[in-house]
C-alpha cells in the first residue's frame, strides 16, 4: 500500500547531540510536511516543502533543518537538541488537498 | 491568522450512544477546508471526514457526520452509535491554499464507555 514511513518509531539522543529523522513516502505528493506534537498538544507545523521549495514557519527555532533529497524522502535535523525538544515528529504528505497523509511519528526522548 | 478552538478537552460518551464534538475556528478567507481527525493511541493521524466551505450540505462518512455553520464559523462533529473504537484523540484542523499548511485545533480525548 503507499503510504508515509517514518524511520525510527523511537528515537533516543543524548542532550546536544546531533539527531536526524527521516521520512519516505510512495504516495508521489508534491508536498511534505513536518509537525512536532508534543503530549496533549495539536500537532505544530515547523515547516514544509512544495517540491524543492522550502518554506519554514516563522517561529520554527532555528536549531531544527530540513533536507527533501528526492520526491520520496523528507529528513529533519536538529543540530543540539535540549529537553524541551522531546516530542513526537510527525511527517505528512498532500498532493494539494488530495489525501492529506501522515505518518506514524517519530518519538523523540532528549537524555 | 487562522484560529481554530475546540472548547472540550475531554469528552465520555457510552458505547451506541451519540456524541458532539465542537470545533469553532476564526478566518478572514472565503475558501477553505475543515477537516476532524481521529487519532488513536498508536499516534498516527487519520483523516475522518472534511468539509468544502463552498459546499452548504453536511459532509458524512457512515456514522461520522458534521454541521457546518459557515456564518457562525463553527464545525462540530457527530459521531452516532459509538464504538470503543471510536475513542481516541480527535482534532479539527483548517486549511486554505493560502497558507498550504493545516492549522490543529487543541484537541478533545474522547472516552467510549461500556
Known amino acids: 500500500d503507499a503510504m508515509v514511513i517514518q524511520n525510527p518509531r523511537y528515537q533516543v539522543t543524548q542532550f546536544g547531540k546531533p539527531v536526524t529523522l527521516s521520512c519516505s513516502q510512495t504516495l508521489n505528493h508534491n508536498v511534505m510536511y513536518w509537525y512536532q506534537q508534543k503530549s496533549s498538544q495539536a500537532p505544530k507545523l515547523l515547516f514544509h516543502y512544495y517540491d524543492k521549495d522550502f518554506n519554514n514557519e516563522a517561529d520554527t527555532p532555528d536549531n531544527f533543518q530540513s533536507r527533501r533529497p528526492n520526491t520520496s524522502f523528507c529528513f529533519l535535523d536538529i543540530r543540539s537538541p535540549g529537553l524541551g525538544d522531546a516530542a513526537m515528529y510527525l511527517c505528512a504528505t498532500s498532493e494539494g488537498l488530495k489525501a492529506y497523509t501522515f505518518g506514524s511519528g517519530t518519538r523523540l526522548t532528549v537524555v | 491568522a487562522q484560529t481554530v478552538t475546540q472548547s472540550q478537552p475531554e469528552m465520555s460518551v457510552q458505547e451506541a450512544e451519540t456524541v458532539t464534538l465542537s470545533c469553532t475556528y476564526d478566518?478572514?478567507?472565503?475558501?477553505?477546508?475543515l477537516f476532524w481527525y481521529k487519532q488513536p493511541p498508536s499516534r498516527q493521524m487519520i483523516l475522518v471526514i472534511r468539509q468544502e466551505a463552498y459546499k452548504q450540505q453536511n459532509a458524512t462518512e457512515n456514522r461520522f457526520s458534521v454541521n457546518f455553520q459557515k456564518a457562525a464559523k463553527s464545525f462540530s462533529l457527530k459521531i452516532s452509535d459509538s464504538q470503543l473504537g471510536d475513542a481516541a484523540m480527535y482534532f479539527c484542523?483548517?486549511?486554505?491554499?493560502?497558507?498550504?499548511?493545516?492549522?490543529f485545533g487543541t484537541g478533545t480525548r474522547l472516552q467510549v464507555t461500556l
Open positions: 484542523a483548517y486549511y486554505t491554499g493560502t497558507a498550504s499548511k493545516l492549522t
Open positions: 478566518t478572514s478567507e472565503s475558501d477553505y477546508y
